[in-house]
């Protein structure tokens, strides 16, 4: 596909004013004086229910507490030392769902704490001063451990090893470390290149040799890493794509919305990336919502996700539901994709099947309708590849197998992160996975 235009896709559909704003940070952070006057919203609850519901367990009452001293500094270590990726999952973390829920406050208002743009304020602040660092390096172990894969699990493994006097070698098959910090999130969450900021931060700690466009089974293989390292961690992420389970033509506009998100993500200049007038997203998640909105913002005309079940079954949050049609995106439920449509070489539209759920089984009622559309993105979740990781670990439904601390079937490897059996695909989640396998690989190694 020509990189301008090719049909009715094509760049620069938009004048750079709009550009700028469609994609500025899509939530202002907190001034100083709104920070503190949240802060004192804060009943710094004993045994708080925001803490216990918060994945990496971060304090959140003293955190708070600290903003409302204005020691920020404080408030930031509080937060990093739990989650050493606490300033981007300020921004992408789904806190309406998990701490912000759980909030107090809740009880009696319309409106919680928010703990998120709290979280952000201090980490920013931080983050910001170049002061001295927080945290350093313990005495040198003498073990060597290899993390693969920099997303939120590998990177916080790595940190966290590396503090505790660890030497680690840090693989990623990408040339940008970050993961679907880098690559996954729509561009408007994270600007201004804040995710390589945060990386190369957390890399100051010293310690963390880095290998990136290094990929498991083609340049590197587990059995190698295995031989010379004392422990390996796996934070491979979900490489694969899931198919939409109907014939795919080869069609200019068909794409997969991961892809998407990470061409727009990587490029120099959001005006040059081409989209659709007319946009219809498969998917009912968060990596849909994004796709969509960013199609809309882009410049696309008309934008539609179309999900198989009911919205009450759509992974993306009712938070995510709304920021998708506030930006004017429509949400069609109740519809499965039956035929992509396409003539000379380029997408028309697609054919859908309405469906219904009878005794919980999803079935088709017999009827179906088309939307026109030049550009369809599958954005229906991605899947682990278990190939490059070999025979030594042990796969359960799809993922790896791991005890509560990441350590799989094999003595010597642990994984984290969505590669791993029952996550969430959540980046807190991932970052929690990281530092408590750093913890169980540190407590063998000295055992």
């Given at each position: ?11 620069q559909r ?6 700028a704003?469609?994609?500025s ?14 802060a ?52 992408v ?5 998990l701490?912000?829920q ?18 952000r304020?201090?980490?920013d ?6 002061g ?10 003498g ?9 939120p ?18 693989f990623d ?24 900021r945060?990386?190369?931060?957390l890399?100051?700690i010293?310690?963390?040799e ?5 990929a498991?089974?083609h ?13 390996v ?5 979900l ?22 998100i ?14 659709g ?8 998640g ?13 410049g ?10 009911g ?5 993306a ?6 920021w ?9 439920p ?19 099947a309405?469906?219904r ?14 939307l ?12 682990f ?10 796969i ?39 530092k408590?396998?750093?913890i169980?690989?540190?407590q063998?190694?000295?055992?």
């Open positions: 596909m020509d990189n301008k235009t090719t049909a009715g896709i094509c760049a938009l004048s750079k004013e709009e550009y704003k469609n994609f940070d899509s939530h202002a952070p907190l001034k100083r004086g709104q920070a503190l006057i949240e004192d919203r804060c009943y710094y609850c004993f045994e708080a229910p925001c803490t216990k519901a918060c994945p990496t367990g971060i304090d959140i009452p003293t955190f708070i507490q600290r903003i409302a001293q204005d020691n920020l500094r404080g408030a930031a270590r509080t937060i990093l030392e739990e989650n050493i990726l606490g300033g981007m999952c300020a921004r973390c789904p806190t309406e769902v701490c912000e759980s909030c107090v406050r809740n009880t009696n208002e319309d409106k919680p704490v928010e703990i998120g743009l709290l979280q304020f201090a980490t602040h931080y983050l910001s001063q170049g001295a660092p927080l945290f350093t390096r313990a005495e040198s172990s073990k060597r451990v290899a993390v693969v894969g920099a997303g699990a590998g990177l916080s493994c790595a940190h966290r090893l590396a503090m505790l006097g660890h030497a680690v070698a840090l098959a990408r040339p940008k470390l970050g993961g679907l910090n880098e690559y996954g999130l729509a561009t408007y969450k994270t600007v201004d290149g804040f995710a390589q945060e990386i190369a931060w890399l100051s010293g310690g963390i880095v290998h990136a466009g290094k498991l089974g340049d590197i293989v587990l059995d190698g890493l295995i031989r010379d390292h004392d422990a961690f796996l934070g491979l992420g490489a694969g794509v899931n198919t939409i389970g109907i014939a795919e033509p080869r069609a200019d506009g068909l794409r997969d919305a991961v892809a998407f990470a061409e727009l993500r990587q490029a120099a200049d959001v005006a040059q990336v081409p989209v007038r007319r946009v219809v997203v498969i998917g009912g968060m990596t849909a919502v994004d796709a969509a909105v960013q199609s809309r913002k882009l696309a005309e008309d934008v539609t996700i179309v999900y198989r079940r919205i009450e079954a759509m992974s949050s009712g938070y995510e539901q709304d998708a049609q506030k930006n004017g995106v429509k949400i069609k109740w519809a499965a994709p039956k035929d992509i449509l396409a003539e000379g070489g380029r997408v028309q539209g697609v054919r859908f309405y469906t759920s009878e005794n919980g089984k999803l079935v088709e009622t017999g009827e179906t309708f088309t026109e559309a030049d550009m369809v993105l599958k954005a229906i979740g991605q899947v590849a278990a190939a490059p990781a070999g025979a030594v670990i042990q359960r439904d799809g993922r790896i197998a791991t005890d509560d601390h990441g350590r799989t079937a094999h003595a010597r490897v642990w994984a984290g992160g969505d590669c791993r059996h029952g996550g969430r695909d959540l980046t807190v989640e991932a970052v929690e996975h990281g408590r396998a750093a169980s690989i540190d063998t190694l000295r055992a």
